[in-house]
């Protein structure tokens, strides 16, 4: 069962009243409404209980308090009548934005964003050493163009010396603790150029224990998808790992990575990562690279899909689209469209399977269709050939090797600089040749000029 940590805040919880704007022509992912549901589950997740909400629709927002003037009113009375001491905007603010709505709202209530939410989550949530400096290092960037005496003003609780990262037990949006808040935009600069070192440090370490791993050839696995799909449960289940699993947003943020027993005896190694969720700013992205990594040098993702959810689609779309904009187009991707057992009609989700990417039907809880996403991995992993087409140089010996021992050539051509190879390989070994694809036409004139 799953652990269970003490909630962010203890009571009273304090109340929050979201704003959710939809700006014509803009592309958005869910509609306003369910965007709105979302911002309220990470509310709660980060010990916050909704009073209320407002949206807006605008052409563009406006210059000074992204809302208009009228609503800012109406916001005003809304959050006195309901007692909020938050007000959470569903998009991120301009520090200038952010400014002049502080002050047209007053100094008894904080005005924030989801991305300063999202970061107070992702610290409330960091275990390990390398996340915790990951995200003191995004709220750092976060806070720096927003630091104004007015924060002096606000109630936050200090940050708590060498403890987790920013996280206070208090409530909301404590940014780095407020002493650090206090000190001048250069000692925060100082901070950060600190803690990216330190970073490199911790990264430098994780990066030789990954080519251990490499080394092993034990092919892995990156579990991917939108928060809350059921990631952890599924690895739970399927290497009875210890990660911990929570109805909330965003409760795994360190990468955590079982090996896991295939049939047939094959071996794999799965690593569960931190979920994907729309409007997820792209400086955390950046942040979160420790888990991004991996996902980057996995042989095999799996994508878990809630399908039980309304937006199962949309979600699906949005990771997708964020694995892409991280350059994983070219990792093989099985699917797992998990939670079946929540849905009213479970063969409803056997018929949707084609819609996605080597689907399978399951459900990480009670533990149904697992075998046959197992079969369908090692499959991947050690039967599926992908075509491959990939240009090496030389010095990539150990890559050249490579294909000819594991790969079926089906042509070879020296050039000057190297070697252009085509053929198969096997699904689990495509990852390593990131990087070396022969573009199509353009790049074989490009090499018979060269020859020539
Ligand atoms: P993650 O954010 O993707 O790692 O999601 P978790 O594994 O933490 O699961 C999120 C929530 O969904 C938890 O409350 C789980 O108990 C629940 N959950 C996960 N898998 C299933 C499933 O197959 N069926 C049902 N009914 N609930 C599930
Ligand atoms: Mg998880």
């Not at 979201?18 to 803009?26: A, K, S, T, W």
């Not at 809302?67 to 309901?82: A, C, F, N, Q, S």
């Not at 060498?162 to 901070?191: F, N, Y």
């Not at 085509?422 to 018979?448: C, H, S, T, Y």
């Amino acid at each position: 069962m799953s652990k269970r940590i003490p909630q962010p805040t203890t009571p009273p919880r304090e109340k929050a009243f979201l704003v959710g704007v939809e700006i014509f022509q803009q592309k958005h992912h869910l509609p306003l409404e369910d965007s709105l549901s979302e911002l309220e589950l990470l509310a709660d997740t980060a010990g916050l209980d909704v009073a209320g909400s407002l949206t807006q629709k605008l052409d563009k927002p406006h210059v000074k308090t992204y809302i208009g003037p009228g609503k800012v009113d109406e916001l005003k009375m809304l959050v006195e009548e309901t007692r909020s001491q938050v007000i959470l905007f569903d998009d991120e603010l301009s520090p200038r934005h952010q400014r002049e709505l502080q002050e047209a709202i007053g100094r008894n209530v904080r005005v924030l964003d989801r991305t300063a939410l999202i970061l107070d989550i992702f610290a409330l949530h960091a275990h390990t050493k390398e996340g915790m400096l990951q995200v003191k290092l995004a709220q750092y960037e976060y806070y720096l163009p927003r630091l104004t005496g007015q924060w002096t003003h606000l109630e936050r609780q200090a940050g708590g010396g060498g403890g987790r990262a920013g996280s206070t037990g208090g409530v909301g949006l404590r940014g780095p603790g407020e002493t650090q808040l206090e000190v001048d935009k250069r000692a925060i600069r100082r901070e950060i150029a600190h803690l990216k070192r330190e970073l490199e440090k911790v990264s430098a370490h994780r990066q030789r224990y990954r080519a251990q791993r490499k080394r092993s050839r034990i092919p892995t696995v990156a579990l991917v998808g939108y928060t809350n799909a059921g990631k952890s449960t599924l690895l739970n289940k399927i290497a009875k790992a210890d990660v911990y699993v929570a109805d909330q947003l965003f409760a795994t943020l360190d990468p955590t990575t079982r090996r896991v027993e295939l049939p047939g005896g094959y071996q794999s190694l799965m690593t569960d990562t931190v979920g994907f969720i729309q409007k997820l700013p792209t400086a955390l992205v950046e942040a979160f690279h420790a888990t991004l990594e991996e996902i980057l040098e996995a042989d095999l993702l799996l994508h878990v899909v809630d399908i039980s959810h309304q937006n199962a689609l949309n979600q699906f779309n949005s990771v997708q689209q964020t694995l892409d904009e991280l350059g994983a187009r070219h990792i093989p991707v099985v699917t797992a469209l998990n939670k079946v057992d929540k849905l009213r009609n479970p063969d409803s989700a056997r018929e949707v399977t084609s819609r996605f990417p080597k689907a399978v039907a399951i459900s990480g809880l009670s533990g149904s269709g697992v075998k046959d996403l197992l079969s369908l991995i090692q499959e991947e992993l050690y039967e599926t050939y992908a075509p491959i087409r990939v240009r090496l140089p030389y010095q990539q010996g150990a890559l050249i090797s490579l294909f000819h021992e594991a790969g079926q050539v089906e042509l070879v051509e020296h050039g000057r600089g190297g070697v252009l190879m085509q053929g198969r390989i096997p699904g689990r070994l495509v990852a390593q040749f990131n990087g070396w694809e022969a573009g199509g036409k353009r790049r074989e004139d490009e090499m018979e000029e060269e020859d020539a």
